[in-house]
């Protein structure tokens, strides 16, 4: 089982800190920005401590497959409202595929974007030209992994089938794969407690050999609500065991597994989580005892 959680990328350690912050926590897997997801400020690649963090990934069996970066939310390719936004979106994701090859990962998770009211088959559109243009000029083998969306406003890729659309219309398929997000799709209205018949008709749509990583999450909100309000592990309406057969299906148990649940007011919650998956045993109590450390 490979499983992690989200971590930091800052000063002092950068990169090194980020591996050393993952296995803090009982994880063999991670998930981090490059930078802050919400502007375009990037420290040298001079200053991330990338091979020291390499060799404490070599030392503890922490496969570079599992150390997942995802993009910044910033980037919005389907907003043809605004095109020089899309353009800006283009140009900044081809310089993050840059800076994820140079640092060793090999997958970066995009959110497809949203059309700003511009109509659904217009934005994913939009979507494919840009990813054609940076795909078409990147040299790198990173692969963007196309996350599943809740469904809030105008987001695009809260069904199967639109992924499919966009990763139809890219030339490079070996270069497109998928995320899928639990709490994205409980609130976008898919069954995550029957998972095995979500994966049947993700491989029938996309084919499961594109399934690049899983981000774990309990919702805030019932099936359907389309509000993307991530919860703690077996506090919302998913629920521990739904999930925890999720995380153990055989059939994905390559497919790195991330935690992006919220803190418990000033702690991260990660190791106590991972424990619980790890024992299979549920603490109707975590929260409590979080909130008190």
């Known amino acids: 089982m490979f499983l992690g959680c989200h971590v930091s990328n800052k000063t002092p350690d950068y990169l090194y800190g980020s591996i ?53 939310y910033i980037i919005n390719l389907a907003n043809t409202k605004k095109p020089e936004l899309a353009q800006f979106g283009q140009d900044f994701l081809a310089s993050e595929l840059k800076r994820v090859a140079a640092i060793g990962a090999k997958v970066l998770v995009l959110h497809p974007g949203s059309h700003v009211q511009m109509g659904l088959d217009v934005g994913i559109q939009s979507i494919v030209t840009h990813l054609n243009v940076v795909l078409d000029a990147d040299t790198s083998k990173v692969c963007i992994a196309l996350e599943t969306m809740a469904g809030k406003g105008s987001e695009i ?45 993700f491989d029938k749509e996309v084919g499961l050999s594109y399934l690049k990583c899983i981000h774990i999450n309990d919702s805030k909100n019932p ?25 153990y299906n055989k059939r994905i148990e390559d497919i790195p597994k991330i935690l992006e649940t919220p803190w418990v007011g000033e702690y991260p919650p990660y190791k106590e989580e991972i424990e619980m998956i790890k024992n299979k045993e549920f603490d109707p109590e975590l929260k409590e005892k979080l909130e008190n450390i």
């Open 20 to 72: 050393n912050e993952a296995l803090s926590y009982g994880a063999n897997a991670c998930m981090i920005y490059t930078g802050a997801p919400n502007n375009t400020k990037r420290k040298d690649l001079s200053a991330l401590q990338i091979e020291k963090a390499h060799k404490a990934m070599q030392a503890n069996h922490f496969d570079l497959e599992r150390m997942i970066v995802h993009a910044p």
């Open 157 to 201: 890729g809260s069904s199967l089938e639109e992924l499919k659309q966009i990763y139809d219309g890219v030339r490079h398929k070996d270069r497109v794969g998928v995320c899928l997000d639990t709490c994205h799709l409980n609130d976008a209205g898919y069954d995550v407690a029957d998972f095995d018949l979500l994966l049947d008709e």
């Open 223 to 247: 099936k359907g609500a389309r509000k993307d309000r991530h919860e703690n592990i077996g506090f919302g309406y998913i629920g521990f065991d739904t999930l925890i057969n999720i995380i």
